[in-house]
């Protein structure tokens, strides 16, 4: 039963949103209640398990997403966006600008999660598209196929950090194997990739289309730059402290100044002041673009709310521990199998974070019996959470809603980036296996 609900609730979404163009909040609802329905929860707890879902998925996310639209918007209008882009084009060439956004998005992804690193830098995905004319998904994938790479390989990421106590795995060590099998994953799922993808057309959301400015009304490089990166900058710095200064880590006012949702309020301000402010223009003008930038996210809030029901249907019904149990007895390679446990979560709940998690609780038992290397089981977990994202998927419906694409193009390019990064992912790991 737990398999036929993930696939009638996979199967009533695609048909509602694809096929019946039914508004995605809604499809998901339709879909979280018949597969509530088919996995034996009780009818009086429905709404208490949809309503749970909500809260968990947009408790994380609202503040990043409505602040990070803000800031999305400034940088935009601003003219910010559009100096990085000509800066960005300058110094490597438009020949080589996807290598650029990848190098981008890897080095952004690091220390920033991925929700956050995709708020921040896809409004400089659509200015260097303007300024360039090259295709929208061309340049996206390099840049997000380097955000999603380290949001599934590297600690300081959630999935890693969770799994490393786990399987009993070294946080040093994890890192530089991460490292190695990361850096020819984001090459081929991100510019090597890409360059198949550029038949696919955007129409982006109009919050971050702002008209070009002419050359003298443009911020300066630097201010353009460290405006973007500050809320980069400042998360990095809290990542490193426990390495360098322990006891400064330990405040609560840097615990505080260092959540990513109070690093973008804080980047936000700043940007208010030097992008706004400091140029004359009115505190009314910000306030009306930043109301502006909350109206084009409005239905990205309410889809990943959706995503956020269905996921906790799932997850209250059992439906990832009888997956897992299924997948344990058969006979693989300990860290084929522990990929492939993840792999299946992963389809059938969608959050990479909690797929990762989940298969991590039922394969950590292998690494003891098994004689499997700790550190290399973190990384095929990773590999196997990012595989196949599809609708159920948050990461799916950002990427969709942002660049406006079909549901056939976002399985073409989205999905597909994903699918290459889990499956390189766990090549890359039973090639360390043989040398290791």
Known sequence: MAIFAILVAIFLLVVLVGWLKTNPFLGFLAAAIVAACISGIPPEQIPGVLEAGIGSMLGSLAIILCVGAMFGKLISESGAAQQISR??????????????????????????????????????????????KLPGVY???PLLAGLSTTHGFLPPHPSPVALIPQFGASIGATLLYGLIIAIPT??????????????????????FCAQPLPEESLPTPFTSFFCALL?????????????????????????????????LLLGLIVATYSLGIARGVSI???????????KDISII????????ALKQVFVTSGVSNELGSMLQQIPLNPLVLAWLI?????IALGSATVAGITAAGIVAPLVVSSGANPNLMVLAVGAGSLMCSHVND???????EYFNLSLKDTFKSWSLMETVIGVMGIIGVLILDAFI
Do not use: C
Not at 188 to 199: D, Y
Not at 342 to 346: F, S
């Open 342 to 346: 993840a792999t299946v979560i992963r």
């Open 87 to 132: 800066t960005l084009i300058a110094a490597f060439g438009q020949k080589n600008i996807t290598w650029a956004l990848m190098i981008t998005g890897f080095i952004v992804g690091i220390p920033l999660y991925y929700n956050v690193g995709f708020v921040l830098l896809v409004p400089l995905v659509f200015s260097v598209m303007y300024q360039s």
């Open 139 to 141: 340049l996206a994938i």
């Open 186 to 207: 984001v090459i081929i799922a991100g510019p090597l990739l890409a360059t198949r993808l550029k038949h696919i057309q955007v129409n982006p959301l109009k919050t």
């Open 284 to 294: 009314e003008k910000i306030m009306q673009s930043f109301t502006d930038g909350l």
């Open 394 to 400: 948050s990461g799916f419906w950002m990427y969709k």
């Open 301 to 308: 809030v309410l889809i990943l709310a959706g995503a956020g």
């Open 231 to 263: 809320p980069v900058l400042l998360i990095a710095a809290a990542s490193l402290l426990p390495v360098i200064a322990p006891g400064v880590a330990k405040n609560s006012w840097v615990i505080f100044l260092s959540n990513p949702s109070i690093v």
